[in-house]
């Protein structure tokens, strides 16, 4: 089990992205960590040798993504996963039949999923509750939680989960809190700070940057967490090749610049559709008319670049997402490209209708991922595609 060095925690964050569990290659002097595309490694002899028997095991270059990863949470250990699901399915694994979770009801379609049809029937039990809500949180509890599972900002109504409060109520129990940190990224949120025991990634997303691979990963400081994780990732398999976790070390090291264009242009354009007449309502924590904008400011560094709006109807959505032009019609967030996306028929089709009635995820909402384009390119789009939706 590799562990976070000191030095790596105490860097500034832009540094840690550049640096953090990455050395140049002892053999060669590379700056960069080869890809070291091997499934197994040479042994000196029976019981010797030098920290690697298998790839599912351990890779070199995924022992650096996982400091790498660790280090910018601000956390201990790290572990990568082949996907971001992957990462939830292994933290779900921490417990056994019989054990009850509260999860935020407004979560990934996947990891409702997950929890709903597959980890339900082996037995583990879950409540859906809104995590704005703390009472509402601590209301759900049972002697059988051994969990809760957040997502803040949650995808896709950007809701707000006060992880400090949260975690004052499930640390008093001995519970584990997950906090899902993909929409923001460990750039504008770092949950360990607030007391988060597992924090879940889907690299895809804004660590990776650029569309080009799928991981997961998951992060947390326990020793006596971190060696169930170790056991559960050599025991399930579900690990990243070496060249998926190279092309996260390559995102990763420009995360706080890309950040900080998702976020002046996500704040911009977020500005720019409330006052768009086709527009209903928009869901950014950046805006002040965030219900928990407050929090937002109080819990973020940043507000990032992933906006949501209601324009009423389907047929609306549908002639929004449809004509966009730089606006890739498209599943997925957190690259470079901006993306548009349904929610209600793309990325949360598994979560029954009456539970996204209920919630306000509605068959009109649109999903925005903004990457870092000329901001007034992405506009100028977005404006003719409301015209359009107007019509509809």
Not at 260 to 289: F, K, M, N
């Amino acid at each position: 089990m590799t562990r976070v060095s000191d030095d790596d925690l105490k860097a500034g964050f832009a540094t840690r992205a550049i640096h953090a569990g990455q050395r140049p290659d002892p053999s060669t002097g590379a700056i960069m960590t080869p890809v070291y595309q091997t499934s197994t490694y040479v042994q000196q002899g029976l019981g010797r040798h030098q920290g690697f028997e298998y790839a599912r095991t351990r890779n070199p270059t995924r022992d650096a993504l996982e400091q790498n990863l660790a280090a910018l949470e601000g956390a201990r250990h790290g572990f990568a996963f082949a996907s971001g699901t992957a990462a939830t399915d292994m933290v779900l694994k921490l417990l056994s039949s019989g054990d009850h979770v509260v999860a935020g009801e407004n979560l990934y379609g996947g990891t409702h999923r997950l929890m709903t049809q597959i980890f339900a029937r082996l037995g583990l039990t879950f409540s859906f509750v809104d995590t704005r809500d703390v009472e509402r949180v601590s209301r759900a509890l049972t002697p059988a939680t051994r969990m809760v599972f957040v997502e803040t900002p949650t995808n896709p109504l950007m809701r707000i989960t006060d992880l400090a409060a949260v975690a004052e109520i499930t640390r008093a129990r001995g519970i584990l809190l997950a906090v899902d940190n993909t929409f923001a990224t460990p750039c504008f949120q770092r949950p360990v700070e607030f007391g988060a025991d597992l924090i879940v990634h889907s690299t895809t997303k804004y660590l990776n940057g650029h569309s080009d691979m799928v991981g997961g990963a998951v992060l947390c400081s326990s020793d006596e967490v971190a060696a169930k994780l170790q056991f559960l990732q050599n025991a399930s398999g579900a690990v990243p090749g070496p060249l998926d976790c190279w092309l996260t070390l390559r995102g990763t090291k420009t995360l706080a610049v890309r950040m900080r264009q998702h976020d002046a242009s996500g704040r911009r354009i977020a500005a720019w559709l409330e006052g768009q007449p086709a527009v209903r309502r928009v869901y950014y924590p950046g805006l002040p008319s965030h219900e928990q904008h407050d929090l937002a400011c109080r819990q973020m560094k940043g507000f990032g670049g992933m906006i949501s709006l209601e324009l009423g109807s389907l047929a609306r959505a549908r002639a929004m997402a449809e004509t966009t032009r730089i606006f890739a019609l498209a599943e997925s967030l957190g690259g470079v490209e901006s993306l548009i996306g349904h929610p209600a028929t793309m990325t949360h089709t598994s979560v029954p209708k009456e539970m996204r009635d209920a919630m306000g995820l509605t068959d009109g909402l649109v999903r925005l991922s903004v990457g870092i384009e000329d901001t007034d390119d992405l506009i100028g789009d977005l404006d003719q595609a409301l015209r359009k939706a107007e019509q509809a």
